[in-house]
């Protein structure tokens, strides 16, 4: 197989864009959807400060890599989630990238802010360890935001991860995640970072390939709390559905952000409010993070 | 050959050439779901491996959060 732009060997086949790419050339494309993906969404100026979420894992850190080459001002905040020998090494990764790249990575322990680390948190809850953890992830960055002052932080969700929620959303009809859903999440109140999602238009397969083919040391090895997530389950789906009709992830995703999104943006939004706690933003008088925290901290006293 | 799979990492050992695309699909792997690797290069779906090589699997789907 040849590249599409110079005729050399390919090094990775796109069906869904009926293209293959040699390494340079596909690095180079890899670059234009982040820049257009910003472009559109109007994510983020060219000189503001970005704070970059990373996990240690391929899409996070691709991110940051094509952040930094595009010149733009970031920091990384990595979320030690206390999860055994995985964040030990997740956390090293970060911390190799960002020390290759002289860049600050600021690390914020779940244990510090939940009272417990995150194998923890889930007996004591009983739920799904991706619900309590997801809670905690956007609770902690968004206050990483404001302390650190950065009025947006960018995730490396890309379109699988995207494409997921949205059939998760779907098969439920989950009518308040659905106008949620957005490569970009303006800030609806003061003490609100804007998220921006630069890779929502590369699929986990590009990524992957693009963190290999930069010589990105990355954790290959998945969350152990991960094996049987209902999201592994909805990205098989899809995957098979991909394997038969290249682009089904990719028109899915567009056409519901292009075509159907706005019907659902009309349903009203929750009033906001500070939580009674901790001061940040919540739609109830005591935020989801501070019932959880004072659930753990109960519970170990 | 000798292949690399992951989760749970092993090894499998296959004899004879093949393309790429035919080797996943008798280990009944999506092609949207890996990375195909020898060495520090990859490899599209037409490519014939043979007797020497060492083939990488690399799973490319994460799961929970974004990785």
Redesign the interface.
Same mark, same amino acid.
């Given at each position: 197989?040849k590249c599409r732009k110079c005729g050399d060997t390919?090094? =990775? $086949?796109l069906r869904r864009h009926n293209a293959?790419f040699c !390494?340079p050339h596909f690095i180079e494309f890899f670059q234009k959807q982040v820049r257009e993906a910003i472009r559109h969404y109007r994510m983020l100026a060219p000189d503001e400060p970005v704070l970059v979420?990373v996990?240690? @894992?391929?899409? !996070?850190l691709a991110l940051w890599d094509v952040l930094l080459e595009d010149g733009y001002q970031t920091a990384g905040i990595y979320l030690d989630l206390g999860i055994f020998e995985y964040s030990v090494e997740s956390k090293a990764k970060c911390e190799a990238f960002a020390a290759a790249r002289g860049q600050k990575l600021i690390v914020e322990r779940v244990t510090d802010a939940v009272g417990a680390p995150i194998p923890e948190v889930q007996k004591v809850t009983r739920r799904p *360890?991706?619900s309590a953890?997801?809670l905690s992830?956007r609770y902690l960055l968004n206050r990483a935001a404001l302390e650190h002052g950065y009025a947006v932080v960018a995730? @490396?969700?890309?379109l699988?991860?995207e494409a997921a929620t949205l059939f998760g959303s779907v098969l439920h009809w989950q009518m308040d995640a659905l106008p949620r859903q957005s490569p970009m999440l303006a800030s609806t109140h003061p003490k609100l970072a804007r998220r921006v999602?630069p890779l929502y238009r590369l /699929?986990? #397969?590009e990524?992957?390939?693009y963190a290999?083919?930069r010589g990105i040391d990355?954790?290959?090895? $998945?969350?152990p709390?991960?094996?049987g997530?209902t /999201?592994?389950a909805h990205?098989d789906v899809l995957? #098979?559905l991909?394997?038969a009709s290249p682009g089904a992830k990719h028109n899915f995703l567009f056409g519901f952000l292009e075509k159907a999104r706005p019907a659902f943006e009309q349903t009203a939004r929750p009033a906001l409010q500070e939580c009674g706690v901790c001061g940040q933003v919540t739609t109830g008088e005591i935020c989801a993070f501070c019932k959880l925290s004072k659930l753990v901290r109960d519970r170990k006293a | 050959m000798k292949v690399t799979l992951?989760?749970p990492k092993r090894q499998v050992e296959i004899t004879g050439k093949r393309r790429v695309k035919e080797l996943l699909r008798e280990l009944d792997v %999506?092609?949207? *779901?890996?990375?195909v %690797?020898r060495g520090s290069?990859? =490899?599209?779906?037409?490519?014939v491996v043979g007797e020497d090589d060492e083939i990488e699997l #690399?799973?490319? %789907? !994460?799961?929970?959060?974004?990785?």
């Open positions: 197989m390919a090094a =990775l $086949e293959a !390494s979420a996990s240690g @894992g391929k899409d !996070s *360890t991706c953890c997801g992830k995730t @490396g969700h890309n699988d991860d999602k /699929s986990e #397969r990524t992957a390939a290999f083919l990355y954790i290959v090895e $998945e969350c709390f991960s094996k997530a /999201s592994l990205k995957n #098979r991909e394997e | 992951r989760y %999506i092609p949207e *779901t890996v990375l %690797i290069e990859l =490899l599209t779906g037409d490519t #690399r799973p490319v %789907i !994460s799961g929970g959060g974004a990785g």
